[in-house]
């Protein structure tokens, strides 16, 4: 048999559920990292942009499971640090 894809939970208990269950057969292969933001926000910056692009930027987001504007926090922190 093969390894087990992990479902999709609607609630904090179907996954706690699922947690208590043997797991050495999970695919982990279909996870993929993911960077917790630790660092206070306070400063702020306002842009205008054209619509068709932040459209873009808003699709691209939601392609990624996040919120826009952190996408583009992403792609500032990529660029400046020259990954």
Request: aromatic fraction near 10%.
């Given at each position: 048999?093969?390894?087990?894809?992990?479902?999709?939970?609607?609630?904090?208990?179907?996954?706690?559920?699922?947690?208590?269950q043997d797991l050495s057969d999970l695919d982990f292969s279909q996870f993929k990292p993911h960077k917790f933001e630790f660092s206070p926000k306070a400063?702020?910056?306002?842009?205008?942009?054209?619509?068709?692009?932040?459209?873009?930027?808003?699709?691209?987001?939601?392609?990624?499971?996040?919120?826009?504007?952190?996408?583009?926090?992403?792609?500032?922190?990529?660029?400046?640090?020259?990954?």
């Amino acid at each position: 048999m093969g390894a087990r894809k992990v479902p999709h939970f609607e609630t904090d208990e179907e996954a706690a559920a699922f947690l208590e269950q043997d797991l050495s057969d999970l695919d982990f292969s279909q996870f993929k990292p993911h960077k917790f933001e630790f660092s206070p926000k306070a400063a702020q910056l306002n842009m205008r942009l054209p619509e068709a692009l932040l459209e873009a930027v808003k699709s691209k987001a939601k392609a990624q499971g996040i919120p826009y504007t952190r996408y583009i926090r992403q792609l500032l922190e990529h660029d400046i640090s020259g990954r």
